[in-house]
């Protein structure tokens, strides 16, 4: 996290398995959703089944958006869902059967609202994906400057200030960075930009890509 002095606006980049799973399952599938529309034709299994751009879209927000509330409550000191545990020693089935359903809501494919077949075919994807935790893992929210971002730690300063001040209208920001073969960015609100991970841009690039999607963010925000 990025904050300075006493103020409570920060900007974080984090690391999310779960925002980056969906743009993987878009690219495996090749259906193209503006700006991540640079990628060649997949299996299109998702598409076959009834995937469509507005559905990824919402499905993309919803998971995006789960992980953001999760971090502002931790950011801001509020409750967070209690630990699940066993209760019996050994665990019964129904217990078993109850942890699985669990730790199966807190997956993208559960926050899917559309075709049954698409979410089966997520859930599979899902496991896939997950099984590989070398390639994938989260990573707690941190000071964008421990190396993730291009450019001098006085530029990042002057930048957060610019970010700040453009996005005075936002609660903070937060930005997830996620591996795609072209330099985007998608803006979703109320306050989270979605890009090619940091270390492929420019700092020039970085630097004005950052700045738009604050702006677009901060219209949005506006009455």
């Known amino acids: 996290m990025h904050p300075i002095g006493g103020d ?54 919803t998971v995006v958006n789960r992980d953001v ?25 129904a217990e078993q059967l109850q942890m699985k359903e669990a730790l199966w809501a807190k997956t993208p494919p559960a926050l899917w609202k559309g075709s049954r077949q698409v979410g089966e075919l997520l859930d599979g994807l899902w496991d896939d994906y997950s099984s590989r935790p070398v390639l994938r893992r989260n990573r707690p929210p941190r000071w964008p400057r421990d190396r993730e971002e291009p450019g001098t730690i006085a530029q990042d300063r002057d930048l957060y200030t610019s970010l700040r001040e453009l996005g005075s209208d936002l609660p903070s920001l937060y930005c997830y960075p996620v591996a795609y073969p072209a330099l985007v960015v998608r803006e979703v609100a109320p306050m989270t930009l979605v890009l090619t991970s ?4 420019t700092w020039e690039r970085y630097h004005d890509a950052l700045l738009a999607g604050v702006a677009s963010l901060a219209g949005s925000a506006r009455p």
């Open 198 to 201: 940091p270390k492929q841009w």
């Open 8 to 61: 409570r606006w920060v900007r974080s980049l984090i690391g999310s398995q779960s925002v980056e799973f969906c743009v993987w399952a878009l690219i495996q599938d090749g259906m193209h959703v503006r700006p991540f529309d640079i990628h060649p034709i997949g299996d299109e299994r998702l598409s076959q089944a009834g995937m469509d751009a507005a559905g990824w879209t919402q499905w993309f927000k």
């Open 69 to 93: 509330d999760f971090h502002e409550r931790l950011r801001l000191g509020g409750d967070l869902e209690p630990m699940s545990f066993y209760e019996s020693d050994p665990p019964t089935v």
